[in-house]
């Protein structure tokens, strides 16, 4: 089941589909990565991503893999937004069929 709900998030995510990724969040959702640090909350977190979002032309968020533990997935990824190249991994936890954490470890381009 949470390879499914991973799947449904990354492809939310790419089409830039604030819904659908809210639909996936549990209300006490919390996000850390190195750029935002933490952010707790639904909301917060909704907001954050509608600004990165907007902020780009381009988004285009792709899994290499997957990996799948119980109620715990990794996502190998990469991650573009317009010209800046990200890759990483998401460690996502997942409780009742909704995300209640996701870590993000990034490789951040230098400069």
């Known amino acids: 089941m949470s390879k499914q709900l991973t799947e449904a998030y990354i492809r939310a995510f790419d089409a830039r589909d604030l819904e659908a990724v809210g639909a996936l969040l549990a ?3 919390s996000l850390q990565d190195p750029v935002v640090k ?4 639904k ?3 909704l907001a954050m991503m509608k600004g990165m979002f907007d902020g ?3 988004l285009s968020f792709r899994a290499r893999n997957i990996y799948t533990d119980g109620a715990t997935t990794l996502i190998e990824f990469t991650l573009d937004l317009d010209a800046t190249h990200l890759e990483g991994v998401d460690i996502i936890e997942w409780r009742d ?3 209640h954490a996701l870590r993000a470890y990034l490789d951040i381009p230098k400069g």
Do not use: P, V
């Open 56 to 58: 780009c032309a381009t």
């Open 38 to 41: 933490r952010i707790d909350g």
């Open 27 to 29: 209300d006490d959702f």
């Open 97 to 99: 069929g909704r995300m």
């Open 43 to 45: 909301a917060a977190a």
